[in-house]
């Protein structure tokens, strides 16, 4: 069973054309009562050329885990370049002891 657009639908049940599915590609094959034929190219998401969003089990874990390693390496880079692009914060120069509180230094001969 087909789908078929008015158009198509009238030129089928007039006795004009006759179809036939491919099952591989889809195509569906026009023929005409002059001998004639015209080939439909399967369209759509569920056509087989445009299947590519099917996927088995495994190719769907193997790019949900390259989807998450991306992210990961890219929330790492932007660590990094934040830490690169902010100076450090100036430290304060905290002796322990002042310099005119210093005990003086003896030496022993």
Request: one cysteine or more; charged letters at 30%; hydrophobic letters at 35%.
């Given at each position: 069973m087909?789908?078929?657009?008015?158009?198509?639908?009238?030129?089928?049940?007039?006795?004009?054309?006759?179809?036939?599915?491919?099952?591989?590609?889809?195509?569906?094959?026009?023929?005409?009562?002059?001998?004639?034929?015209?080939?439909?190219?399967a369209?759509?998401?569920?056509?087989?050329?445009?299947?590519?969003?099917?996927?088995?089990?495994?190719?769907?874990?193997?790019?949900?885990?390259?989807?998450?390693?991306?992210?990961?390496?890219?929330?790492?880079?932007?660590?990094?370049?934040?830490?690169?692009?902010?100076?450090?914060?100036?430290?304060?120069?905290?002796?322990?002891?002042?310099?005119?509180?210093?005990e003086?230094?003896?030496?022993?001969?």
């Amino acid at each position: 069973m087909v789908m078929l657009c008015r158009h198509h639908h009238n030129r089928k049940t007039d006795g004009q054309a006759f179809y036939l599915l491919d099952p591989h590609t889809g195509d569906v094959y026009w023929l005409f009562a002059d001998g004639t034929y015209m080939v439909d190219a399967a369209t759509g998401p569920l056509a087989p050329k445009q299947r590519n969003w099917v996927q088995t089990f495994s190719q769907r874990r193997r790019r949900c885990r390259e989807i998450r390693a991306a992210k990961a390496a890219a929330a790492r880079f932007d660590e990094y370049r934040h830490r690169l692009d902010t100076p450090p914060e100036p430290r304060r120069y905290l002796p322990w002891r002042r310099h005119e509180e210093a005990e003086p230094r003896t030496v022993e001969v």
